[in-house]
């Protein structure tokens, strides 16, 4: 099923109860990382997100390569629309627009819903000179109602207020249970901020790939999610250990008072000391006492019912997050299912960790 932008655009105003947005967009083409204080910008918006600061720019472009394309409009020197999107050129998947690769979201900022419209009119004209295949936006659904999603996630959020004996009492027992086993078994975690501590994340990262039949993503881009984001003070490595032993890991970002956990892993041979649960019961606490008042699970693809499970486990509540592709060709909103990767997981399962990891250097350039 496709739905025309022009359909789509009378329908947001109708929504809106308007004929055209209540001040005339003058969007410009901005680079971030030529504005010192973007990052202050982004956290005066109502929903600011780690995805749209400067760190994740230099993040992505440094790691990959992607031309950053940011269309966006201050007021009175405050940011009220934004729309970061960066540059895929592939001769595997195509030439496009992605907001933003290896984001979990990052929805448009947006002052007033009646500007979506003339914002998409920019993108749209953007992408035509460009010559882009397609226009990927992650997350959105406020603006995009009446478009069909090109594929969805689940987001799970555990809110941090309260205190923290009600957040251990949401969780189901057997988490609890569980934690407090790890303990007894005298597993041990660290919070670090540390290129050593990326290093052994990676080691493990490798490892669960490999069991998940997935390449890793290439060391550079966790060394410069070391560089650009926990060495800045908006992530951390939490590490657990027993015996001198790592035993799982994980990796998250925080930004003003919202945090998200973006990787974790283990070796599936300490399962039974439970140090997965200790990772992220650990991780809670520490954000709760340094003023965070959410954590984002994380996106979940539908068809993962045992990660899905994992996540409601920890008192959370589970949304969706649609994926929206405006293709320029049709010059529509295209559907289509998430799709499977099952052939390519037994092939991934049988490789060598060396070759895993050649084959993640290869491959995710072109995939964002």
Known sequence: ???????????????????????????????????????????STPRPSIFHTQNW??????????????????????????????????????????????????????????CFPELFDNVVGMARQCKWKFIEIRGGDEWLRSAVP????????????????????RLRSNYRAKIRKALRNDVKTEILQ????????????????????????????????????????????????HREKYLSGAVFFRFGKRAIYKFGAADMRYQHL?????VFWNAIQWLYRNGCNELCF???????????????????????????????????????????MEAGYHIFRKMPVSLLKMAGTLLYPHVG
């Open 1 to 43: 099923m496709q739905v025309a932008f022009d359909t789509l655009k009378e329908s947001l105003r109708a929504q809106a109860g308007m004929k055209r947005a209540s001040f005339e967009l003058q969007l410009e083409e901005m680079n971030p990382l030529a504005i010192s204080n973007w990052n202050e910008h982004i956290l």
């Open 57 to 114: 720019l230099r993040v992505l472009k440094e790691s990959y390569g992607y031309r950053p394309y940011y269309l966006a409009y201050f007021e009175k020197g405050r940011l009220v629309v934004l729309m970061p999107i960066m540059e895929i050129r592939s001769w595997i998947t195509g030439t496009r627009g992605v907001s933003l690769p290896f984001s979990d979201y990052c929805e448009p900022i947006i002052a007033e819903k009646a």
């Open 150 to 169: 090109w594929s969805w996630y689940y987001r799970h959020i555990l809110s941090l207020k309260g205190d923290e004996s009600e957040i251990f009492g």
């Open 194 to 241: 540390t290129p050593e501590a990326m290093t052994e994340y990676y080691r493990l990262h490798c490892l669960t790939r490999k069991g998940h039949g997935l390449p890793p993503q290439p060391i550079l881009f966790f060394k410069k999610i070391y560089e650009h984001i926990v060495s800045q003070n908006l992530g951390f490595v939490l590490l657990a250990s």
């Open 274 to 278: 439970n140090p997965n649960y200790l």
């Open 298 to 340: 994380g996106k979940s693809a539908p068809g993962n019912q045992g990660l899905i499970q994992f996540k409601d486990g920890w008192g959370t509540e589970k949304y969706r997050i649609n994926y929206f592709r405006y293709e320029l060709k049709t010059a529509s909103f295209a559907q289509n299912a998430n799709q499977s």
